[in-house]
């Protein structure tokens, strides 16, 4: 390999990274030990280490580092309290398709309301599909259905349990058309407000009947609203036309999670508000937190 000759403004930054860490940390390293391992970290962030020394323990799948065949791996850069730059580039290439998800791609990673990370949280093994889900939306060549099929398919092989991975392949899906306006915007509101009425009102009376009368009677209509929070959203699920299975699941989801949601968000929303006196009660003015502040 030829001799190498860095710029000036590379030797600039060399040498005032060399004195901040002789002045902060008492690093003792000469300027070309410093060089050796900037290069060691840049060639982990493209070329990536193996497993066992350094490298991700799990396999993920189509995900590889953006210069070789190794599997990737997350390094993000906090931008704000939801936001994130990502430091390292990575790849996807399924097969079929091939996408570069570049250094300084913003992220929020998954985006999932407060009130359901006791669900889905926003960060695991859905991690790499979720960057890549935020980083196509902005590519012309893929429309948003198809972003949020790659994303469900792309966590089928890092590993997302089969029912996780569908729940949020409707969540994004709903979303998608929502954002399309029209009768599409219109279905998705009408499917939520029919089946999480009917999910609150449903569980309500399943608690009430097992509370007041407890026995084969009340077991058995608890049994026939599980079996009706499942046949229903499938029966009525031609509505949605081919997107049948969208509909069909996510009708099953609002039945099975809108009480406990209506139960988190009220408890949230007590916290929240506690949080909010507390900080007008006991933190002067000048020192308090403006997003605590605010958020009522």
């Avoid at 690093?27 to 060639?43: K, L, N």
């Avoid at 994130?84 to 097969?95: N, S």
């Avoid at 890092?158 to 219109?186: E, F, I, Y």
Wanted: glycine fraction near 8%.
């Amino acid at each position: 390999m030829p001799e190498v000759t860095i710029t000036e403004q590379s030797a600039a930054l060399l040498r005032e990274l060399w004195q901040g860490m002789r002045d902060e940390q008492g690093d003792r390293r000469t300027e070309a030990e410093i060089v050796d391992d900037a290069i060691t970290r840049v060639h982990r962030g493209f070329i990536g280490l193996v497993p066992g020394t350094g490298g991700p323990d799990q396999p993920t799948g189509p995900f590889r580092k953006w210069a070789s065949d190794r599997w990737a791996e997350v390094l993000l850069r906090q931008v704000d309290a939801n936001t994130f730059r990502l430091a390292q580039p990575f790849r996807f290439d399924d097969g079929t398709n091939r996408f570069d998800v570049p250094e300084d791609d913003v992220t929020d990673l998954a985006s999932v309301p407060r009130f359901l990370t006791w669900l889905v949280p926003r960060y695991g093994r859905h991690t790499l599909a979720a960057l890549l889900h935020d980083n196509l939306q902005d590519h012309t060549s893929v429309s948003s259905a198809q972003a949020d099929i790659l994303f469900r398919d792309a966590m089928g092989e890092t590993g997302v349990p089969l029912s996780r991975r569908w729940v949020m392949w409707a969540a994004v899906a709903l979303r998608t058309q929502w954002k399309q306006g029209g009768l599409r915007a219109a279905r998705v509101a009408l499917w939520v407000a029919v089946f999480g009425v009917a999910a609150l009102v449903l569980w309500a009376k399943v608690a009430l009947a097992l509370a007041t009368s407890f026995g084969w009677g009340a077991l058995g209509f608890a049994a026939g609203a599980v079996a009706a929070a499942i046949v229903v959203p499938v029966a009525l699920s031609w509505l949605w036309g081919g997107l049948w299975k969208l509909g069909a699941l996510a009708g099953m989801a609002l039945m099975t999670f809108t009480l406990a949601v209506v139960l988190v968000v009220v408890v949230l929303g007590l916290y929240l508000g506690v949080e909010w006196l507390v900080e007008r009660i006991f933190v002067s003015r000048a020192k308090r937190n403006p997003v605590l502040t605010r958020h009522l």
